[in-house]
């Protein structure tokens, strides 16, 4: 029988009552890890999805936390130590958009994206690297003390009219990630991100659910298709197993091609 890919370990997702974030705590579920599925308000949802984890005979809770307040974060692994006795990974998933034209946006909308998507990653990151730490190496579970994977997007690399807020914490994500596993690597934790392009989730709803807006949608797609939460979670498996054991401050696109400038295949 093969060994189930993170087979004794234990994982924090946050934001994992919807879209990425609960197809990331599933799969990880599925491939053996104990989970906890954070959320935010939603308690509802977090409490079907850890009832169907266990249903297929998965471990997994699901905990309350806001990743933008600090407090929160150490809650979330205190509670991770106190249900699976610690913590080997750590996906900074949660987020959320406001948008609005430049001039448009609001401080207060400017300033609830960059608490969420960025702060709130650096904390559970922060928080996770201490916990790592006070854990210790124990290589008979991994060669790495710990694993942090963050949810960038392909809009750190592409800028993103409308979306200056999001836009801005995802460019800062990337290099948030990228100093982090410079930085950490030497202590064996691994720090990388994967970057979706377009995912079929609540966030993007608009982007997918008529038609007009699916076909101009695909116009950005190369594979010509819209992503799934299956195909963001396949790779975070992978990214937060020991089979990467050398990959190392990396972005992992998952977007089907968004990021070869779709519109250079025509002239240009
Ligand atoms: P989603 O809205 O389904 O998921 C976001 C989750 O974050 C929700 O469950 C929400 O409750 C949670 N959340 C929001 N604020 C929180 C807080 N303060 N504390 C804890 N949880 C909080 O959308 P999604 O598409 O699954 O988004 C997940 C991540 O993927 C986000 O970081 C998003 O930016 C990123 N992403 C999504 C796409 C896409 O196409 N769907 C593309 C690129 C990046």
Same mark, same amino acid.
């Given at each position: 029988?093969?060994?189930?890919?993170?087979?004794?370990?234990?994982?924090?997702?946050?934001?994992?009552?919807?879209?990425?974030?609960?197809?990331?705590?599933?799969?990880?579920?599925?491939?053996?890890?104990?989970?906890?599925?954070?959320?935010?308000?939603?308690?509802?949802?977090?409490?079907?999805?850890?009832?169907?984890?266990?249903?297929?005979?998965?471990?997994?809770?699901?905990?309350?936390?806001?990743?933008?307040?600090?407090?929160?974060?150490? =809650?979330?692994?205190?509670?991770?130590?106190?249900?699976?006795?610690?913590?080997?990974?750590?996906?900074?998933?949660?987020?959320?958009?406001?948008?609005?034209?430049?001039?448009?946006?609001?401080?207060?909308?400017?300033? =609830?994206?960059?608490?969420?998507?960025?702060?709130?990653?650096?904390?559970?990151?922060?928080?996770a690297v201490r916990r790592f730490r006070r854990q210790g190496?124990?290589? =008979?579970?991994?060669?790495?003390?710990?694993?942090?994977?963050?949810?960038?997007?392909?809009?750190?690399?592409?800028?993103?009219?409308?979306?200056?807020?999001?836009?801005?914490?995802?460019?800062?994500?990337?290099?948030?990630?990228?100093?982090?596993?410079?930085?950490?690597?030497?202590?064996?934790?691994?720090?990388?991100?994967?970057?979706?392009?377009?995912?079929?989730?609540?966030?993007?709803?608009?982007?997918?659910?008529?038609?007009?807006?699916?076909?101009?949608?695909?116009?950005?797609?190369?594979?010509?298709?819209?992503?799934?939460?299956?195909?963001?979670?396949?790779?975070?498996?992978?990214?937060?197993?020991?089979?990467?054991?050398?990959?190392?401050?990396?972005?992992?696109?998952?977007?089907?091609?968004?990021?070869?400038?779709?519109?250079?295949?025509?002239?240009?």
């Open positions: 029988m093969p060994q189930s890919q993170l087979g004794n370990t234990r994982a924090i997702v946050t934001g994992a009552s919807s879209g990425i974030g609960e197809g990331i705590a599933r799969a990880f579920a599925s491939a053996g890890a104990a989970v906890i599925v954070n959320y935010r308000s939603d308690e509802r949802a977090a409490v079907r999805i850890v009832g169907e984890i266990r249903e297929t005979g998965g471990r997994a809770e699901a905990v309350q936390a806001d990743v933008s307040k600090p407090e929160d974060c150490g =809650k979330l692994f205190d509670e991770a130590d106190r249900l699976f006795d610690g913590t080997d990974i750590a996906v900074a998933n949660a987020g959320i958009q406001r948008d609005a034209a430049f001039t448009e946006l609001s401080l207060d909308d400017w300033r =609830k994206v960059i608490d969420v998507n960025l702060t709130g990653q650096f904390l559970c990151a922060q928080e190496l124990d290589t =008979k579970r991994s060669p790495a003390l710990g694993k942090i994977i963050f949810t960038s997007s392909v809009h750190q690399t592409i800028p993103w009219a409308g979306h200056a807020n999001y836009a801005t914490a995802k460019g800062g994500v990337k290099l948030l990630m990228e100093t982090m596993a410079q930085e950490l690597a030497c202590e064996k934790i691994r720090v990388n991100a994967i970057a979706p392009g377009a995912i079929r989730t609540a966030i993007n709803r608009d982007a997918w659910e008529d038609e007009t807006a699916r076909k101009k949608l695909l116009t950005l797609i190369p594979y010509g298709r819209i992503g799934e939460t299956e195909d963001v979670a396949e790779a975070a498996v992978w990214l937060a197993s020991d089979a990467s054991d050398y990959v190392v401050g990396t972005t992992l696109f998952v977007d089907g091609g968004m990021m070869l400038y779709p519109s250079f295949r025509e002239g240009g």
